[in-house]
C-alpha cells in the first residue's frame, strides 16, 4: 500500500516533473522568441533612446525549483497558482518612451499602429518647427518693412526739403562784325518744388530766388569770343560772392545750383556753304569774290563755282587746292614802282560802267564809294566792280553831316547802303567815305569800318571841268596818293578815261585803297581814319 502510493508519487512526481520541463521549454522558447521581437523592435526604434531602454527591460523568470514561492517561477512543486510560460504573464511592459505596451511584444497591427503614431508625432514636430520658422521670418519681413518704410519717409521729407534749381544759357548767334548781342539764361526747379520754404521769417520761397535768377541776378555770364571769328564759343555762367555765400551757408544741403552753359554761334558775315557754292544770307550765291570761312579763304567766280588750282585774281596770283582752299597769294604789284588810288564817289550813274569798261580794258583797279539812294537801277554796275578787281565802299545813304546824327542814325546810314551794296554784289561794302570828310569821336564809334580820306582834291565837282581835273591829277601825283573824282558827273568820267592810261604809262600802278594799304604793310582798323599811303 505504502509502496504503491510511494509510486504512484513517484509517477506524479515525475508527470509534475515533465510537465515543469515543458514549461521550462516553453518558457525558454517565449523568451528566446520575446527577445528576439524586442531586438526587431529595438532596431526599427533606434532612434528613439527611451525605446531602446524599453527593448532592454528583463525577460520574465523561469525555473523548475520545487516548492517554489515566487508566483513569476516557471514551476513550483505545491504551488496552486502557477504561472504559464506565456511571455505577457508577469513580463515587463514594452515602451517608446511615451506609451507602454504589456509583455514587451507587439502583434503586426500594434507595430503598424505605433509608426504610424510615430510618423504623426514627427509629423506634428516638423510642422511646428516650420510654423516657428515662419513666423520667424514674418518677423523679420515686418521688421525690414518697417525700417524701409521709416527711411523712404525720411527721405521722401528731405527731398521734398531739398530743392534741384537748373540755370541754363540761352543759345545765341551773330554774324562776323556784329556788336555780340546779349546772353540770358533761364532758371528752374522741378515741379511742385517752387514754394519751398527757404526763410520763414522773410517768407522767402524757392519761386522768389527763380524769380531774380530769370532777372539776370546773383551771376553774369561771360563769353571769350570778339565776334569776329567764325565758330561756337561757350557762354559761361559766374556766380556773384553774395549768392555763393548763401547757396554755402544758409541754403546748405537743401539747394543745388546746377549750371549749364550755352553756347554763342558766330556765322559767317557774308552766308553759309551750299554744297561747293556759298550763299548769301539775302539767297543770292556769291561771285567773283574771295570768302573767308573757318580760317580759310576761297574764291568764287563769276558763277559762283568754287575756283581750284592757279588763278590771277586781279593783281594777285594765286594757287588753291583740290577743296578750293587758297595755298598761296602772290601780289603782282611792284613794291618799288609807284601806285596811286583812283576814287569815285557819289555814284553809281549814268557812265559808271563807261569808266568800268576803261579799268577792266587797262587791268586799272578803283574803289567806288557809293550813296545807297543811287544804288537802285545799278546793281548791275556795282557787281560789275567786284569782278573786276575794284573795291566797294560806303559813302552813307543820302550824304548827311554823320558828326550830326546820334549813334542810331550813323548806323542807319552806314547799314541801309551796305545792305544795298551786298544786295547787288553779294558782299557789302570794305571801306567808308564820311559826306564832306565830316568825323568825330561818335562816328568813328559807329561807323564800323576804316574811314579813307584823300590827299588829292581834284574839285571836279565844282569845276565841271575834265581838263582841270586831269591837271590837278598830274600835277600833284605821287605814289601813294589817295585821289578824290566823283563818277556821277560827266566831265569826272571824261577825266578819269584819260587819266587811267596816261597815269599807267608814267608808270603807276593803279590799286584800290586796300590793296595799296597791304602793300605798304598796313592793317586798316574800323573806326580809324587813313588819308593816304604816300612813303
Not at 219 to 247: F, H, N, P, Q, V
Not at 305 to 334: A, P, W
Amino acid at each position: 500500500m505504502e509502496q504503491r502510493r510511494n509510486e504512484g508519487n513517484t509517477g506524479r512526481t515525475e508527470r509534475y516533473t515533465g510537465r515543469g520541463e515543458s514549461r521550462n521549454s516553453r518558457a525558454r522558447e517565449g523568451t528566446e522568441s520575446s527577445r528576439n521581437s524586442r531586438a526587431r523592435v529595438s532596431t526599427e526604434s533606434s532612434r528613439n533612446s527611451r525605446t531602446r531602454a524599453g527593448t532592454e527591460s528583463r525577460t520574465p523568470r523561469t525555473g523548475a525549483g520545487t516548492g517554489s514561492r515566487n508566483p513569476r517561477v516557471g514551476a513550483s512543486a505545491g504551488g496552486r497558482n502557477v504561472s504559464t510560460g506565456n511571455s505577457r504573464a508577469g513580463g515587463n511592459r514594452y515602451t517608446d518612451g511615451r506609451n507602454a505596451y504589456p509583455g514587451g511584444v507587439l502583434s503586426e497591427e500594434e507595430e503598424l499602429a505605433r509608426r504610424r503614431a510615430e510618423r504623426e508625432r514627427r509629423r506634428r514636430r516638423e510642422k511646428a518647427r516650420r510654423i516657428k520658422k515662419r513666423r520667424q521670418c514674418i518677423g523679420a519681413m515686418l521688421i525690414c518693412f518697417l525700417v524701409l518704410t521709416t527711411v523712404f519717409t525720411v527721405r521722401a521729407v528731405g527731398q521734398r526739403r531739398h530743392v534741384d534749381i537748373t540755370l541754363k544759357v540761352d543759345a545765341a548767334s551773330m554774324l562776323q562784325e556784329e556788336e555780340i548781342p546779349e546772353f540770358t539764361a533761364k532758371a528752374s526747379c522741378a515741379d511742385k518744388k517752387s514754394d519751398v520754404m527757404l526763410d520763414r521769417k522773410s517768407k522767402y520761397i524757392v519761386q522768389d530766388l527763380l524769380d531774380e535768377l530769370n532777372a539776370g541776378k546773383g551771376y553774369t555770364l561771360k563769353c571769350d569770343a570778339d565776334g569776329t571769328e567764325e565758330g561756337k564759343y561757350s557762354i559761361k555762367i559766374k556766380l556773384s560772392k553774395d549768392m555763393k555765400e548763401r547757396l554755402d551757408s544758409e541754403w546748405k544741403n537743401r539747394v543745388t545750383m546746377n549750371m549749364e552753359n550755352g553756347t554763342l554761334t558766330v556765322k559767317n558775315k557774308i552766308g553759309e556753304w551750299d554744297g561747293d557754292k556759298f550763299k548769301t544770307w539775302e539767297g543770292d550765291y556769291v561771285t567773283s569774290q574771295f570768302v573767308e570761312s573757318e580760317g580759310d579763304t576761297y574764291y568764287f567766280d563769276a558763277d559762283g563755282n568754287k575756283v581750284t588750282g592757279e588763278k590771277q585774281i586781279g593783281f594777285y596770283d594765286c594757287v588753291f587746292d583740290e577743296e578750293g582752299k587758297m595755298e598761296s597769294r602772290e601780289s603782282r604789284l611792284d613794291p618799288n614802282k609807284p601806285m596811286m588810288a583812283l576814287t569815285f564817289d557819289d555814284g553809281p550813274g549814268e557812265r559808271t560802267g563807261e569808266l568800268l569798261d576803261v579799268l577792266e580794258k587797262y587791268n586799272a583797279h578803283a574803289t567806288f564809294f557809293m550813296q545807297g539812294v543811287n544804288i537802285p537801277g545799278y546793281e548791275a554796275e556795282v557787281a560789275r566792280m567786284l569782278q573786276i578787281g575794284c573795291e566797294l565802299g560806303n559813302h552813307s545813304y543820302d550824304h548827311p553831316q554823320l558828326s550830326t546824327l546820334d549813334a542810331a542814325g550813323i548806323q542807319k546810314q552806314i547799314g541801309d547802303t551796305n545792305d544795298l551794296i551786298r544786295g547787288a554784289a553779294g558782299k557789302p561794302a570794305t571801306v567808308l567815305r564820311p559826306p564832306y570828310g565830316d568825323i568825330d569821336d561818335n562816328v568813328k564809334a559807329n561807323v564800323g569800318l576804316p574811314m579813307i580820306l584823300w590827299n588829292i582834291d581834284t574839285l571836279d565837282w565844282k569845276t565841271m571841268d575834265a581838263q582841270a581835273t586831269i591837271n590837278n591829277v598830274l600835277c600833284n601825283a605821287d605814289d601813294g596818293d589817295i585821289v578824290l573824282m566823283h563818277d556821277i558827273h560827266s566831265p569826272s568820267v571824261d577825266a578819269a578815261i584819260y587819266l587811267i592810261p596816261k597815269l599807267i604809262e608814267d608808270g603807276y600802278q593803279l590799286v584800290t585803297v586796300s590793296e595799296m594799304a597791304e602793300a605798304r604793310g598796313i592793317t586798316m582798323e574800323n573806326g580809324a581814319v587813313y588819308t593816304d599811303f604816300n612813303k
